[in-house]
């Protein structure tokens, strides 16, 4: 393996340059643009945390507020109120989204290496085939006569995870992001006598780590936010929901007692509904928000440098 | 040796089966009935109490019941896409003719037919206890499809809740009982108590102008609403002609009297100027007595009652009734709940016989709508059921979310609620109600359905906005809306409705 | 870099190989999109057939293909509604801006992420910038709605404490493209800025540095090197979009707009008028058909544009 080619650190090249004026200037709009679109993105997040920490009446007395008018835990007591689930749905959804992820991940960007090589006289036909699926799709019937009466995944985490594992979209974006990674590597890996797989894993992989990076975090937000397959698959059988099913389900059941449907004869009292979105906004964020960056640092270091040993 | 243990076995379970199986029924299998119901997965005691209606029904018919729960997360897809796709996975389906599409599904053969023979052989106390005439309600094409909950008496038709205490501070002595009065009571509030909006309401559901402009249509005129269409527009003229369509959204005043009210109300300020987009909690806020009123229907106010007299003591929560004025009212479609055997069902002879023992076995229906008892349920001599104190449903109760066979005879009233109103009000009721007078008539959209998706449209268009007044003429808002439903092929489509009604009921 | 490159493979194909030959040359990268192609087989292709219920009246007990064939029927209800004209042209136009304004801003704050040397800096924003990405549609409704209505809206007492008048947004369908496009670029800017900064992040960094010895200015390197740099990302981002044009956000329009119907001439697309005259009668036929005409006019579109993009440069078509 005679080229290494080694891409510069982000941001590494803006402290070698000379600073000129124009350097000077964009980096004072920058900042102030950068900064001022943070906070409109920030502002509305604090509000639901903030808002989440309120009293049902404060709520609808106040509004949202920058600051709990009254500080109540209620809603994530309610939240919390099965732990057992609520843990459980956390342990599966961030074991479907590793999972998923990581395999996911692999085989996106070899498909995505494979079709963007010029001498491969198929790529045209298998990208279309690729595409073609973006644009049409089955329907809901055909689609779940599939996955419950052909593949018999009814009430298994395999029907949330394989439909999951690729999209047209993520293969699309990761050719493009490969593309940029000159040829010359591929070259020199064949005058090395290398296959095309070998040259994918050893060569291509370690360079494509800014595309892994991003793809890798599409992929896992799918997983993350996932609850419409999880609605139609997996059952009441299941005792683990993922996350996001299993919070909508907190928050359609409170709705749902609150109008109870055909009047049982339960009288219901204080539950918040407000509050309780909010809540279930910042059980279901927080922990990606705040983990992501690790676990990414540490996956996309691992996929690429175990691909460089294997 | 082990066939020969297993013969054994399984001949003795026969013999100890043979109550049942005395009438010739054969159950020496043991099977899975699958109940497809709406509702989340109880986290309460149900399924302690599902082990001992399982033990009971093995020992009665050999069959245990198991649930498939439609959680309220994606509903209707999961609903419809059950019942598509079905193969044998579910037996027995709760449905409606209201709620839950019951007349559509049965088109579209989701159900199996019922036949006489079964239902005497496998459900035969229901099959006694259902009247002639009720089964006749039930029936698609001449054959039966649902078993009705026809034995229990709700009412579920809309209204006004108010407050007694603020009714009366408005000089209105008995309380709301018209569109007048209510129009009274909301000015009083607007004037009177500044910190309250007159009605807080949640403009964004859809279904608020079916209700509402329904609701003054029943109070001003005649009219009986006819179930079971996409879209609210199709009413008989009246009790003493109840086959012709009324002519009330194509032609007339009542409509754009209404508009003209709707549009002064909006005006004048009893409800927030964004109230088509507000989402906010407003059973909440009456009981917070931030709002002086709440529309939804007399089962719901039946337990408002209670608590609203335990927040804001002395309110006497009133239900003012749609069709009160004109004593224009419709009891209850007996359809409003009931059940049906899968069309694909492998063992729809056991699930009969499962209905059968839910329904009109008081072991069993006992302990499906209140568990054990003792534990977690008293009665007194009155037959009215407490629970026992720091009872939480959530958590101790039990939840089989049996809405399709309810009985009366069975039944225990819940004890906190105060009976003295509601029984006052049922038997006002009782009064004046008629029977639903189209239970025969089940519409069939061969011919007209694309039109009717239009008209749906047209309705969901316009109809929020005359009811809740956001126009600046009304007169000229409903001509658009009556245009509108012409372009959109209404007399087409009143024309088939006709021929349909003529079909059933021509004598 | 690119043109001599491009020779080679034609270089290599100077005589026209057997299929069989091609297939043995090419095994491993065939092996390597295998995965790939099996999913597509299992996951889209296998139940494609089922597209057939579009053009069914769907009975339950007979299953898809036992069901009656009723040609066009299915589709009628659309073509037949006199909404058609203004439900494509909301939907077009909505798209348009999303991909247009929403590419416009991605490009700038991706560009200016990289032109900041802080890393920490750096990270935090895009993180910071993904937040309203995590926002249900549901709890964008809100928020929005506590902003802007009439009575009680943050907005709202902000305007008349400072003596101004307020409008009243829900009533004024006007207001409501531009509140929309907002709200959405609010939501989507993070995800698409990721995109071309890992594009950027991604680019052969010699020329950057050839570019600094050069003397170009920080302007000069942008315009010269960066933007034509993300210019493949960009044509892909966009022929990716343009087959989706007439499928709309149900989600977020739904719940921004509901069934507040002073608002429609703006905001009604397609997907909520399939909702809002479906709302009553479930059915699954029916929204096939409306799926299956937004996928064959999406397909037509992207066929022309893609085979546009391939006239100017084949290196840059989707396929």
């Known amino acids: ?310 | ?507 | 870099m690119g043109s001599l490159q491009k020779a080679v493979p034609k270089v290599i194909n100077y005589k026209k190989p057997s299929f069989g030959r091609t297939l043995m040359q090419n095994r491993t990268l065939i092996l390597m999109c295998l995965p790939a192609i099996l999913f597509f087989l299992i996951f889209a292709y296998l139940p494609m057939p089922g597209a057939y219920i579009a053009f069914t009246n769907f009975q339950y007990n007979k299953g898809i293909f036992a069901s009656p064939f009723v040609g066009l029927k299915n589709f009628q209800f659309l073509f037949i509604s006199g909404q058609l004209g203004l439900l494509l042209r909301n939907t077009v136009l909505y798209n348009l801006a999303f991909i247009v304004l929403g590419n416009i801003l991605q490009l700038a704050f991706a560009i200016m992420l990289n032109e900041i040397s802080s890393r920490g800096y750096k990270k935090t924003a895009q993180s910071i910038m993904f937040l309203p990405y995590f926002i249900s549609d549901v709890l964008v409704s809100l928020l929005v709605y506590n902003m802007i209505n009439y009575d009680f809206g943050f907005i709202s007492h902000l305007v008349r404490n400072l003596g101004g008048v307020m409008p009243k947004v829900y009533q004024d369908a006007n207001a409501w493209p531009f509140i929309i496009v907002l709200v959405h670029l609010w939501k989507s800017t993070g995800y698409g800025t990721v995109v071309y900064f890992a594009a950027i992040t991604g680019m052969d960094s010699s020329m950057m540095e050839a570019a600094q010895i050069d003397g170009a200015n920080a302007w000069q390197r942008i315009r010269y090197i960066t933007l034509p740099t993300l210019k493949p990302t960009v044509i892909i981002l966009f022929l990716f979009a343009i087959g989706s044009i007439l499928k709309g956000n149900f989600g977020l329009f739904y719940n921004l707009v509901g069934n507040n119907s002073m608002l429609f001439k703006t905001t009604d697309i397609i997907e909520t008028y399939v909702y809002r005259s479906m709302m009553n009668s479930f059915n699954f036929s029916q929204s096939s058909a409306v799926g299956l005409f937004q996928s064959v006019v999406g397909f037509f579109i992207v066929l022309g544009a893609n085979a546009f993009v391939k006239h100017l440069d084949p290196d840059y078509a989707l396929f």
Request: aromatic content about 14%; some cysteine.
């Open chain 2, 1 to 507: 040796m082990k066939k020969l243990i297993a013969l054994i076995l399984s001949l003795m379970l026969i013999c100890s089966l043979l109550p049942a199986g005395a009438e010739g029924i054969d159950t020496s299998e043991h099977v899975k009935i699958v109940y497809l119901v709406t509702g989340d997965m109880p986290t309460n005691r149900t399924d302690e109490v599902l082990a001992k209606i399982n033990e009971l029904l093995t020992e009665k018919v050999n069959a245990e019941l198991e649930f498939r729960w439609i959680e309220w997360t994606n509903w209707q897809t999961q609903y419809n896409l059950a019942l598509a796709t079905q193969n044998g996975d579910i037996d027995l389906i709760g449905t409606a003719t209201d709620w839950l599409d019951a007349w559509p599904n049965s088109q579209k053969g989701a159900f199996l037919p019922l036949t006489e023979d079964m239902l005497k052989t496998y459900a035969p106390k229901t099959w006694e206890t259902v009247s002639e005439a009720h089964w006749n309600l039930c029936k698609y094409n001449g054959e039966i499809y649902l078993m009705p909950e026809d034995n229990y008496a709700q009412w579920t038709n809309h209204g006004f809740m108010y407050r007694g205490d603020w009714a009366k501070e408005a000089g209105l002595e008995n309380g709301v009982h018209s569109w007048e009065d209510l129009g009274k009571y909301f000015q009083y509030i607007k004037e009177n108590k500044p910190e309250v909006i007159p009605w807080d309401a949640n403009g964004n559901g859809s279904s608020y102008s079916p209700q509402m402009a329904g609701g003054w249509q029943t109070s001003h005129t005649g009219n009986i609403a006819i179930e079971g269409f996409p879209v609210a527009i199709f009413y008989g003229e009246s009790k003493e002609n109840p086959y012709t369509l009324s002519r009330y959204y194509v032609e007339g005043d009542e409509l754009v009297n209404f508009a003209k009210e709707m549009k002064a109300w909006a005006d004048a300020g009893y409800w927030r100027a964004d109230v088509l987009n507000y989402t906010g909690d407003v059973v909440a806020e009456m009981e917070e007595g931030k709002t002086g009123a709440h529309q939804h229907h007399t089962q719901t106010w039946t337990s408002e009652r209670t608590t609203m007299e335990r927040k804001q003591p002395g309110s006497d929560l009133g239900f003012f009734w749609f069709g009160e004025e004109a004593k224009n009212l419709i009891s209850l479609n007996i359809t409003h709940g009931a059940m049906a055997v899968a069309a694909k069902s492998q063992h729809p002879e056991r699930a009969l016989m499962v209905y059968d023992l839910m329904r009109n076995d008081p072991e069993i229906y006992h302990l499906m709508q209140y568990g054990f008892e003792g534990d977690m349920y008293t009665v007194d001599e009155n037959g009215l059921f407490t629970r026992p104190e720091g009872f939480e449903d959530a958590t101790d109760g039990v939840s089989f979310n049996f809405w399709w066979g309810r009985n009366d005879n069975l039944e225990f009233r819940n004890a906190e609620l105060d009976w003295d109103a509601i029984s006052a009000m049922y038997a006002a009721y009782d009064e004046v109600k008629i029977d639903y007078p189209y239970g025969q008539y089940i519409y069939d959209n061969t011919n007209v359905g694309v039109f009717m998706d239009n008209l749906s449209n047209v309705y969901n268009t316009y109809m929020p906005r005359i009811v809740f007044g956001m126009n600046d003429d009304p007169e000229a808002l409903v001509a658009q809306f009556r245009e509108e439903l012409k372009s959109a092929g209404i007399d087409m489509v009143m024309e088939e409705i006709q021929s349909q009604l003529d079909a059933v009921y021509a004598k």
């Open chain 1, 1 to 310: 393996m005679t080229v290494k080619k080694q891409a510069l650190p982000a941001g590494m090249h803006a402290s070698h340059i000379r600073k000129d004026s124009s350097q000077i200037m964009i980096n004072i709009l920058t900042y102030i643009f950068v900064t001022v679109f943070c906070i409109i993105c920030i502002l509305p997040f604090w509000m639901i945390i903030s808002s989440s920490f309120a009293t049902e009446e404060s709520i609808r007395r106040a509004g949202f507020t920058l600051w709990p008018v009254d500080f109540s835990t209620y809603s994530y007591e309610l939240l919390f109120r099965s732990p057992d689930q609520m843990i459980g749905a956390y342990v599966v959804t961030i074991i479907l989204t590793l999972v998923g992820t990581l395999i996911g991940l692999f085989l996106i960007a070899m498909t995505g290496y494979a079709l963007q090589r010029r001498d491969f006289p198929y790529r045209n036909k298998i990208m279309f085939y690729i595409y073609f699926t973006s644009l049409f799709s089955a329907g809901l019937v055909p689609f779940y006569l599939l996955i419950v009466q052909y593949l018999n995944l009814r009430d298994s985490y395999f029907a949330i995870l394989l439909p999951l594992l690729m999209s047209s979209w993520l293969i699309v974006l990761m050719k493009n992001f490969v593309k940029a990674i000159p040829h010359e590597i591929t070259e020199s890996g064949k005058i090395d006598g290398a296959g095309d797989f070998r040259i994918f894993v050893s060569l291509i992989l370690p360079n494509l780590k800014p595309a892994l990076a991003t793809i890798g975090l599409f992929l896992a937000l799918s997983y993350w936010n996932e609850w419409y397959y999880s609605s139609l698959f997996l059952t009441t059988k299941v005792v683990y929901r993922p996350l996001q099913y299993h919070l909508y389900n907190v928050i359609n059941k409170v709705a749902s007692l609150k109008n109870s449907v055909a009047g049982s004869n339960v009288v219901i009292t204080d539950l918040p509904g407000e509050t309780l979105k909010m809540a279930t906004a910042v059980v279901a964020t927080g922990p990606i928000i705040l983990l992501y960056p690790f676990v990414q640092k540490y996956f996309v270091a691992g996929l690429t440098v175990g691909a460089v040993k294997g």
